[in-house]
């Protein structure tokens, strides 16, 4: 027994040790996962903790019935209602004390979205989500975005109202972040285990830039060198012309009551010259990727982004009053890009529209006198300089004139999650602007974005104007994103301008060409005045409109303001449904913003047709040709959802683009070449022996007609392998969605899958993926009490389980508006959907 | 009866802990528990559900106030599992964190003591 005792104790003792290892080891792993985060996978604590962690985020989706609290600055108290569908209606005494609380309400609801945004343009993605973004963040670097929004910002008087005011909004946001509990913090911050970064007000000119590289960049000399290595410098000029071939302007012509559409034959494409194809590949991969989400193609060469607008005149409107209807389609995403806000400061402001969120501005809105919406000129403001330097791996001096003058460096260093320097590099300027280096080339960027112009001063000060001759003084100083601007009043004036810097070339310069960069002769001289730019007010025809197209019929003035524009097709229609309605209602202009036609389908479907007649006759067709045709003839032309002959229509038009378009294929290590724009392949729709319908691919020399007839053939043929026998597989709403991505593509926080009445040149043009799309639809009455309507796809919260993160969706998809409130005191809007009252610190 | 009451009483501690402190409470509530209650026969098994219970306990919080279920499904959609894992792995870490903190504590304690 004595002998057991000790054996007993030490059995005790050692299962005690083991127990007491085993529990550390458990709770040192525990307590590992808990703190620390790896790769993607947060730190397990603070991430799942109900109270504060990704739980808390239910807690904080809906906004608070009644919430009251103090804030620095304020001079008075502001109150902040929010109506039933979230907009917040911000009723302040001074204008610095809305812009404080403006910038509170919208960091309320958009605080990630405005950070996220903002590091996209500083290029300082890789310090919140990792080295996943090190390219992004170079690129957007090497753009100088950031560089020039702070040029701008610096340049603006310390002493000016707008920087005081831009300054109260970036307290604002300030202040809402020094309030914020740990269960506030929006749901991706909580993803990426990151923390919210104070605001600084020069952020809203990273915004501002943003939209300018979304709107402004155009580097079709980079894409168009292939093209012209491919088919040579004539025929180039003619696939990509500076005059577009079908003329439907924004400025309407007197007499005219359709579109001029302009003749003449295609030069033929001359042979592939090899040794350019090499410089011109490298060129087209300098064609950054921002380039490419924004001017995506549908294949036939248009451009995915296709925003519209028009107005009505009193006399063409059913209740006497002009009207105005705003669709500008932007890249999807979920938040939304645009939040809707209402602003008001007694005898000063009364304003509502849409905001950026992190920008003091409403770009499109309405106010009680005005309304006013924009759609992308696509003016040619960027030029490339192919520049002579002293050294081409570490260039010091540039040639000019034939001197050599000292290049400027910027160093940007990107840092990690860590704060480490992930990649340090050198930017280049020349007096143009940064450069790129494109191979063994060096080319400068002049692009009136890197300009210092203060774009967000006009545009604060142009949502308070009173009329529409009032609205066009004040944007007479408005530089970038070219816009076409379109305005009405209550005094029933309706105008537009495609308002914007539009530089004068010097020398040998064209700005659809890289120009010799070793001649000062060859800068930009200057902008175009700005009774130059193309403008109408008060038009004989009683409407306005548009989509994009070329601003101004160069029959009218011959001056170059780009080259390449987006197919008419969208604005003919437009102007098309306005002939033929005298009795415009503002439900009319709410049908023509989803409606499903295109104007397109006129150019190819009737010559399809006969050409299958004629080749049934010779015998020179197959029996998938005929079918296809033969379905076609059935269509009603339509892209709604529910139609089962738009896909067939679809894929024929895809046929004939690559079919016809085979020239800009170049040897198999060159990407394909852009391709012309629908508008072109219309052109050459009149000329039924085109070189250019020869497919080299086969021995025989085919015309337009053959073309077209293998083209439905092939048509069939796919539609039916990849969807069965005609039937609801090939109903348009499984075929052609829209897809709402999340800006950080987390799946589950996008919606995709939703069908839309989009196709080839219809109002809401299709570009295969479905990204792109309305991104704000709106309608206004200019009435003595201004009526308006509108939705966008998403909602006013960023938080996704927020009943206000996709509750617009809905309308959105159905083309309904809802009615938009404009009370003008806070005590008009009744049971309001939550209130929030700033006072000032005590 | 007695246990059922420090089982309640332990689990309100972390979870107001929890609520003032943040996730670390949890086992510095529970460590403290397996520290006294050395002489419970349970303890362990008792921190262990507080600490699960605990974080059980905010989550139906969570849920009478804000849309639980919906971040759940969308969790579910996320990382392409059944929506009721992560409240059931929220749940089970509490638990982990408890228990490992109270057995720890209490093992030191043991060792400690006299033979």
């Not at chain 1, 175009?528 to 003035?557: E, I």
């Amino acid at each position: 027994m004595n002998e057991r005792a000790p054996i007993s104790a030490v059995l005790t003792r050692a299962s005690q040790v083991a127990t007491l290892l085993l529990s550390g080891a458990a709770l040192a792993g525990a307590l590992y996962l808990g703190a620390v985060s790896m790769g993607r996978v947060p730190a397990v604590g603070p991430f799942l903790d109900p109270a504060h962690g990704i739980w808390a985020v239910a807690r904080t989706a809906e906004l608070p019935r009644e919430a009251s609290l103090r804030i620095a600055g304020l001079k008075d108290s502001v109150a902040v209602k929010y109506d039933e569908r979230g907009v917040p209606h911000i009723f302040a005494q001074h204008e610095e004390d809305l812009m404080r609380a403006f910038g509170f309400v919208v960091a309320r609801d958009r605080l990630f979205q405005m950070e996220l945004q903002t590091r996209a343009v500083a290029g300082t993605l890789s310090e919140m989500v990792g080295a996943t973004a090190l390219e992004a963040d170079r690129e957007a670097r090497a753009q100088g975005l950031a560089w020039g929004a702070l040029r701008k910002w610096n340049a603006i008087p310390d002493t000016s109202e707008h920087r005081r005011l831009v300054t109260a909004y970036s307290d604002g946001v300030n202040a809402y972040l020094a309030q914020m509990t740990a269960a506030d913090v929006p749901f991706e911050y909580r993803l990426l285990g990151a923390k919210p970064q104070a605001w600084k007000p020069e952020y809203t000119y990273y915004l501002l830039a943003r939209m300018s590289l979304t709107l402004a960049w155009n580097d079709e000399e980079l894409r168009r060198a292939s093209v012209e290595a491919l088919v040579g410098e004539r025929a180039a000029d003619a696939l990509f012309p500076a005059e577009a071939p079908i003329q439907e302007p924004i400025q309407p012509v007197a007499g005219r009551r359709g579109p001029r559409i302009a003749g003449g034959v295609l030069p033929p494409p001359a042979p592939h010259d090899t040794a350019r194809l090499a410089i011109a590949e490298s060129f087209q991969r300098a064609a950054t990727s921002a380039t490419l989400s924004t001017r995506r193609g549908d294949g036939n060469g248009e451009v995915a982004v296709g925003s519209n607008n028009w107005a009505v005149a009193p006399t063409r409107a059913a209740a006497g009053r002009a009207l105005l209807s705003g669709d500008p389609h932007l890249q999807l995403t979920l938040p939304s890009i645009w939040y809707e806000v209402h602003l008001q400061v007694p005898g000063l402001i009364d304003t509502y529209g849409v905001t950026i969120p992190g920008g003091p501005i409403v770009p499109i809105g309405f106010n009680r006198a005005m309304a006013w919406t924009a759609t992308n000129t696509g003016a040619d403001v960027l030029d490339y300089y192919e520049e002579t330097v002293d050294d081409r791996r570490h260039p010091t001096r540039y040639q000019l004139d034939g001197a050599w003058k000292p290049l400027e460096l910027r160093i940007e260093a990107v840092r990690g999650r860590s704060g480490r320097v992930l990649r340090t590099d050198t930017i280049y300027h020349t007096h143009r602007g940064p450069m790129i280096r494109a191979g063994g080339t060096w080319l400068s960027r002049r692009w009136t974005a890197l300009d210092v112009t203060d774009e967000g001063r006009v545009l604060r000060l142009a949502s308070q104007a009173r009329s529409v001759d009032e609205w066009m003084t004040v944007m007479g100083d408005y530089a970038v994103p070219a816009q076409n601007f379109l305005t009405a009043d209550t005094l029933g004036h309706i105008a537009i301008r495609s308002t914007g810097h539009y530089p004068v070339r010097g020398g040998a310069a064209r700005g659809d060409r890289i120009t010799d960069g070793t001649k000062s002769a060859n800068d930009w001289r200057g902008f175009w005045p700005p009774d130059r730019y193309p403008h109408a007010k008060d038009p004989a025809q009683g409407f306005l409109a548009s989509a994009n197209q070329q601003p101004k019929d160069p029959q009218v003035d011959p001056g170059y303001l780009g080259s390449n524009w987006p197919a008419p097709f969208r604005a003919m229609r437009i102007n098309r449904l306005l002939r033929t309605d005298s009795a415009v209602t503002p439900d009319a202009m709410r049908r023509f913003q989803t409606d499903p036609t295109s104007e397109l389908t006129e150019f190819f479907l009737p010559p399809m047709f006969d050409a299958v007649a004629r080749a049934s006759v010779t015998g020179a067709v197959d029996t998938a040709a005929v079918r296809g045709a033969a379905l076609l003839r059935e269509w009603d032309g339509r892209f709604t959802p529910d139609n089962e002959r738009a896909v067939l229509y679809d894929v024929m038009m895809e046929e004939l683009g690559r079919r016809t378009w085979d020239e800009l294929r170049g040897a198999t290590n060159v990407r394909r070449a852009p391709t012309p724009s629908s508008a072109v392949l219309a052109q050459l729709m009149q000329d039924g022996d085109s070189p250019w319908w020869d497919d080299r691919s086969t021995q025989a020399r085919e015309t337009r007609d053959s073309l077209l007839v293998a083209s439905i053939g092939a048509a069939y043929r796919r539609v039916a392998q990849r969807y069965g026998p005609p039937g609801p597989r090939w109903r348009w709403s499984g075929i052609r969605t829209a897809t709402i991505n999340h800006m950080l593509g987390v799946p589950g926080l996008g919606r995709t899958r939703i069908p839309m009445p989009s196709g080839r040149g219809t109002l809401s043009p299709s570009d295969g993926n479905g990204s792109h799309g309305a991104s704000w639809r709106f309608v206004v009455e200019l009435s003595p009490d201004v009526r308006a309507w509108g939705t966008y796809p998403g909602g006013q919260s960023g938080n996704p389980v927020s009943e206000r993160y996709d509750d617009r969706l809905p309308s959105w998809t159905a083309g309904r508006l809802d009615t938009l409130r404009f009370p003008r005191r806070a005590a008009d809007l009744a049971s309001p959907r939550a209130t929030l009252t700033l006072h000032p610190e005590r | 009866m007695k246990w059922l009451m420090h089982l309640a009483g332990l689990t309100l501690v972390i979870a107001a802990g929890t609520w003032i402190g943040g996730w670390w409470m949890v086992p510095v509530v529970a460590g403290a528990y397996g520290a006294w209650g050395t002489r419970q026969p349970a303890a362990v098994l008792t921190a262990m559900l507080a600490g699960g219970g605990a974080w059980g306990l905010l989550l139906a919080y969570d849920a009478s106030v804000g849309p639980v279920l919906r971040l759940t499904q969308l969790f579910g959609t996320m990382f392409r599992m059944s929506g009721m894992t992560l409240v059931i792995l929220t749940v089970a870490y509490a638990a982990l964190l408890a228990v490992s903190a109270a057995a720890f504590v209490r093992g030191i304690r043991r060792l400690m003591a006299p033979a």
